[in-house]
């Protein structure tokens, strides 16, 4: 994986951004093994691609096929009645904002959502 155009960092802004990286990813294994469940939304009883719907800011929307992995990651801007807004990069339009709740293309790819930033504020 290529880090061109990625603007040079700090040591302690690198540092502070690796113990994040670890945090995060520490923080994914926890859900390793968990059982699938239907509508779920708890680690503590199993979820799937419907936990997004209490998705909130800075939650990470993932995307594929269920037999093809996942394929796409977006972050949660803002959850409203109308859909959950996401930022993220297309091949066709660059970085935008759009409602993956509605959208046609992207609302049958969700895979699932998972808080990352919940446990760093604790």
């Not at 691609?49 to 996942?70: H, S, W």
Request: charge should be neutral; glycine fraction near 10%.
């Amino acid at each position: 994986m290529s880090t061109a155009g990625r603007k040079p960092v700090s040591m302690e802004e690198n540092a502070e951004a690796m113990l994040l990286r670890e945090h995060v990813t520490g923080y994914a294994q926890n859900f390793l093994g968990l059982k699938y469940r239907y509508a779920g939304t708890s680690p503590k009883t199993g979820f799937d691609c419907y936990g997004f719907n209490e998705a909130m800011p800075g939650d990470l929307v993932f995307f594929g096929r269920k037999k093809g992995g996942i394929q796409h990651v977006a972050m949660v801007v803002e959850n409203t009645e109308e859909g959950v807004f996401c930022v993220h990069s297309t091949s066709s339009r660059g970085i935008v904002v759009e409602n993956i709740s509605t959208s046609k293309y992207w609302a049958p790819k969700i895979l699932f959502a998972r808080d990352v930033i919940s446990t760093q504020a604790n």
